[in-house]
Structure formats: C-alpha cells, structure tokens
C-alpha cells in the first residue's frame, strides 16, 4: 500500500535497499527466536503429513548434509569417495515444500496499530513453517536461496540464507521447483492481478500446488485517513497529496476486495489455497491454517498417486 509520508528521491534507492538489507540481518536473531515459540505453540500432535511406502523410484545420490539423520546415509556409496552421501528417491526430490518470502520496500510497513512490520512478520512466519516443517520430516527448500533440505536446523539455515540474499522480487522465480513439491508464498501479494495470474499460470504448469498468504497491516485494510494526506509508493517512490483522504476510502477497499477475490477465485481453480494475514493479529493463526492445508494437501497426493 502507498504509505503516508515523504517520497524518496531515485538516488535514494540503492541506499534504501542496502539499509533494508541491513536492518533485516540485525533483526533475524530476534526474528528466529520469536519463530521458533510460535512453532512450538502449533507442533504439538504434528507429526508430518502422509507419505508413500518404500519402493519409490531412485533419483539421485546427493552429498550428506550436517544435521540430518545417520540412517539416510549410503555407506556403499560413500564408500567410493572421501564424503558421505544420501541416497535420494524420487518422491523426496520431488514432495519439497519449498519457501518464499517478500522482503521488498511494500514489506516494510508497519503502522501503530501492527504487532510488527509486514516484513518482519512474514519472515517470521518463514522460519516458523521451516522450524514446524523440520520436527515433521519434510524436505525444505528456500527458493533462490537454499536448496532443499531435511536437517532438524532447517530453520536457522533459511535464516542464514536470507541474510545474504537481494531484497526478493514478490513474485519468485519457481524454475527449480518440480511437480508435486508445494510452494508458499508471503507477502502482501499487491502486484498487477496480470503479473500475479502470469505467475500463477507458470507455476501451475509445473505440476505444484500453491499456498498464498497475503500479509496486511491493518491500516491498509481500513485504511482510517482523513484531512490533507500524501501517499507515497515505497516501491517507485510515486506521491500522491489528497486534500481529503476520506474520500477514497470506499473506493479503496472496494479495490482492494476485488484484488483479493480474484486472488483467492483463481486459487480455488486451480487447487491452491490462499489466507489473508493482518499483523495485529498472532502469527500462530497462519501458521495453524497453513499445517491444516499442508496435511490435507499431503494425504490427498498420497492417495492419488496410489490410485
């Protein structure tokens, strides 16, 4: 949303996105803490969703990594070089549940009535899913950040891959992800409804299946102005001055309502699913919702590649 206050100059960008860079690897420590007890709150009874039996098609040998269980290693395998290795089936390369994140300026908005910045609610409801995901078995992936992994740390490693990555564009690049495999998705998912269908139409194409979870401050579902009001888009760093803020906003949420049922229509069709997150409220919520839809989206699979 156009946040109200002093638009930044272009050169400011390159200054803005290194600042942001920073205060977002000052911030993960905190942030990690904070995912780990929400993860803690929904774990209990969570024991990953169903798989396949034994029997599945090999895929691949991969190097063994530091944190996972000593059983998956192929001693005979390994036997041949100086370095363990795993040996992977087909289902496992294939049923990753692989993260993304918005971190982009939009991300950075926060108001008073937030518990936290979209941004920092987004990664922490990131590493949660992998803290959550990590006790249940699951293979994790980082999108354009960490390849998939099994490691009961699967939470600190994505944290540490976020520190060193770009600002993310909002919608990422899904090439590396394969069929089967789930893809979540956090941001505030306020980009052109074209670019968002373009994306969604790719990444269906893959074979995945999606789960979209829109982050909003509550200021930008109500959107509360009135009087003299400038808005500034911290994307372009586009201003708007209003003379009368309450004048939109009818017409905002009007907007705003449809950019969302298309969002969530879109998904229904194509067997995603899709949630709505405000960040007054705990991010315990989305993180129950999301492990709901993980576990019927598992056992559905599983009972389709049974049939």
């Known amino acids: 949303m156009a946040q109200p206050d002093r638009p930044d100059r272009p050169d400011d960008k390159g200054t803005t996105a290194l600042l942001a860079a920073r205060s977002v690897a000052a911030s993960m420590p905190d942030l990690l803490v904070e995912a780990r007890r929400v993860s803690a709150t ?3 009874g969570w024991h990953g969703r169903r798989r396949p039996g034994p029997g599945e098609t090999f895929w691949e040998f991969r190097p063994f990594e530091t944190g996972e269980p000593a059983h998956r290693v192929d001693w005979r395998r390994s036997a041949r070089d100086d370095m363990l290795f795993v040996r992977e089936q087909e289902w496992e390369a294939a049923h ?3 993260l993304s994140v918005d971190r982009s300026e939009s991300m950075a908005f926060g108001s008073k009535l937030a518990m936290a910045t979209k941004r920092d609610r987004a990664v922490v409801l990131t590493l ?7 006790r249940g078995g699951e293979r994790i992936g980082l999108i354009d950040g960490m390849r998939p992994t099994s490691s009961r740390d699967a939470a600190e490693r994505v944290a540490s891959a976020l520190v060193h990555l770009p600002v993310a564009k909002t919608l990422p690049d899904t090439g590396q992800v394969r069929r089967f495999s789930d893809v979540i998705v956090i941001g505030d ?3 052109p409804l074209a670019d968002i269908d373009d994306w969604m139409q790719r990444l269906a194409g893959s074979g995945a299946r999606a789960h979209l979870v829109q982050v909003l401050d509550p200021v930008e579902e109500t959107f509360p102005f009135d009087g003299r009001a400038e808005f500034r888009d911290p994307e372009s760093g586009t201003a708007l001055l209003v003379g009368r803020a309450e004048r939109w906003r009818d017409d905002y949420r009007r907007v705003l309502g449809a950019h969302r049922e298309v969002l969530a229509d879109r998904c229904r069709r194509l ?6 997150h405000h960040t007054d409220r705990s991010a315990a919520e989305p993180l129950l919702a999301l492990r709901a839809r993980l576990s019927a989206a598992g056992g559905v699979e599983s009972a389709r590649r049974a049939s």
């Open 42 to 44: 929904v774990a209990m």
């Open 128 to 134: 949660a899913l992998a803290d959550l995901l990590a």
């Open 189 to 191: 998912l306020l980009d």
């Open 96 to 98: 990753t549940v692989w």
């Open 271 to 276: 067997g995603w699913t899709f949630l709505v």
